[in-house]
């Protein structure tokens, strides 16, 4: 999992509320268990005007010209501004892995649904919840500045403008410590693999059957 510690990147702002896993990742595409590849289909429904199908060229496909991310101005847009309850819906892990694929690294809303919540810091990224009002500020200002870019600092857990206005958010420490290093759940297993190991070969010595039932 790639680590993040700092990240400033352009922002695309998703004006909706409730915006659900599906709506995400249509659920025709969860047809795969690799990470990758969904990127093209990111709010798919949203992007393009035909409904899209699994293993069809996307960029034959006939694009949304008014939404947010086939505009020119938001390309290579690496922060998604968002309302609240972002990623309500099912649990589906195909969610953060079509937003990593596109390109994104930070989410920012007032709240997030609470297994996608969980689910980004597994994927390398980084939801961030301000009130509401701060969110509506950052809108405006994204909407009014072209190219408009956000800092957000993992170390200092701070969101900063291109002004210099700073906003502080909260993250659960293990959380924090688990996207600064790059650490998926095998990753924070494998930080004790000599505990492990150490354990495995005592237990050969007290219980050799166990093992050698095994073969």
């Not at 700092?6 to 409730?18: E, F, K, L, T, Y």
């Not at 249509?26 to 093209?40: A, D, N, V």
């Not at 709240?111 to 009130?131: E, H, M, Q, R, T």
């Not at 291109?162 to 297993?189: A, K, M, Q, W, Y």
């Amino acid at each position: 999992m790639r680590a993040l510690q700092q990240h400033q990147g352009i922002v695309a702002p998703m004006d909706r509320s409730n915006v659900d896993t599906d709506m995400i990742i249509p659920k025709q595409f969860l047809k795969s268990i690799k990470r990758t590849g969904f990127g093209p289909n990111l709010f798919d429904e949203l992007r393009y005007l035909d409904e899209g199908k699994p293993d069809q060229d996307c960029s034959n496909r006939p694009i949304n010209p008014d939404f947010v991310l086939n505009q020119d101005r938001y390309k290579n847009a690496s922060v998604l501004l968002a309302r609240r309850n972002f990623g309500c819906g099912s649990s589906r892990e195909h969610a953060p892995w079509a937003l990593d694929d596109f390109g994104f690294r930070v989410i920012i809303a007032p709240s997030f649904a609470d297994i996608f919540y969980n689910n980004c810091f597994k994927n390398g990224l980084l939801p961030i919840v301000l009130d509401e009002e701060i969110v509506e500020k950052l809108f405006q200002e994204t909407y009014d500045n072209e190219g408009y870019q956000l800092s957000v600092d993992l170390e200092t857990k701070t969101v900063t403008t291109p002004s210099g206005e700073s906003f502080s958010f909260e993250v659960d420490d293990f959380r924090r410590h688990c996207l600064l290093n790059g650490l998926d759940d095998i990753g924070v297993t494998l930080e004790d693999a000599d505990l492990i190991r150490e354990y495995e070969n005592q237990r050969r010595q007290t219980a050799p059957w166990l093992f050698n039932a095994a073969h």
